[in-house]
């Protein structure tokens, strides 16, 4: 529809203006000598197009799909920023090999010297450190963001550390400290330890976090393993206060509620708040266990970036549109 300050000679003109600027990719100065116009004339049309609805632009990248569903994510969650890559198999560790690629790519799109970056164990991060190729050195500190836990090269933050470091050029810090204990008390003074609580105040002044976002499923949960809770435990965590996610050891519910604080207080590293104050906060998840996750970290705004393959971000954004 027209404005009112259109008649049909004005709209002849600026059909014409659009085109020669639009379609035949002519600049302002061009069209205003061969309409005869100024070009200050030629711009104030080209504005009045775009302000009365006059000009549709359609953008069909390659991929565009995949960036619609980050637009989407971005809308529904309040997320700063999404990276989505296509599914190209349905073998989980082949899936975790590509967003590992992805974020690695991420990571050093971001990455500046100077930088300190504190990390978690577990698949999602050691898929990155995997798949790191820095063409130069960058002058950086990792840190760990929790205690580390012996055993499974993915699961020791320690190890993953050490190794990203290396691949970047830059210094690994490691935090000799257990990643979960049997109470409060025992935190409290694994804390008071000076070499531990230098490591963790670096994490805290990170300027990049880079973590999974961990499923809490009994059978095949990282958090079960890295933590050694028994049965009783685990049902108490699962059936009674409902944890579907953990970052860093912290879980949430399916809101993204923080819950079962009386485990996650004794995790040795750092706390939802302490992590939250990091500027840039990388979440690397995929696969159908972490849909449920994903989705809980989201909603409670653990993140600034997720990147996860399209599948997994089709199940989650389905989980929310249709309610």
Do not use: W
């Amino acid at each position: 529809m027209l404005s009112n300050s259109f008649d049909y000679d004005s709209a002849r003109l600026i059909n014409r203006v659009l085109t020669m600027y639009y379609v035949e990719e002519r600049n302002q100065s061009e069209i205003a000598k061969l309409l005869g116009l100024s070009t200050a004339k030629v711009n104030r049309l080209l504005k009045q197009a775009k302000e009365d609805g006059l000009i549709e632009i359609t953008i069909r990248t390659p991929f565009q799909h995949l960036f619609a569903v980050e637009d989407r994510l971005r809308q529904m969650y309040g997320l700063p920023e999404a990276v989505i890559i296509p599914t190209l198999a349905e073998d989980p560790d082949a899936v975790m090999q590509t967003v590992g690629r992805a974020a690695a790519t991420y990571l050093l799109q971001n990455l500046r010297d100077g930088d300190t970056v504190c990390i978690s164990g577990g698949q999602g991060v050691y898929s990155v450190v995997q798949a790191i190729e820095a063409r130069r050195p960058y002058d950086v500190r990792i840190v760990p963001a929790t205690g580390a836990v012996q055993g499974r090269h993915y699961l020791d933050v320690n190890y993953l550390a050490t190794h990203l470091a290396e691949k970047l050029g830059g210094q690994a810090y490691e935090l000799h400290a257990p990643y979960f204990v049997d109470t409060l008390e025992e935190r409290e003074a694994v804390l008071s330890v000076r070499q531990i609580r230098e490591v963790l105040d670096m994490a805290r002044q990170a300027q990049i976090s880079l973590t999974g976002i961990g499923a809490i499923i009994p059978e095949t949960s990282s958090y079960f393993a890295m933590t050694g809770l028994g049965e009783a435990d685990r049902n108490i965590i699962v059936d009674k206060e409902v944890a579907h996610g953990d970052i860093c050891g912290n879980m949430f519910d399916a809101v993204g509620q923080p819950c079962a604080r009386q485990y996650s207080q004794r995790v040795v590293g750092l706390s939802f708040d302490e992590l939250q104050t990091i500027p840039l906060r990388i979440g690397v998840a995929a696969t159908e266990e972490k849909v449920l996750p994903i989705r809980g970290a989201l909603k409670g705004k653990y993140l600034k970036t997720l990147i996860t393959d399209e599948a997994t971000a089709l199940r989650v954004l389905e989980l929310d549109e249709k309610s």
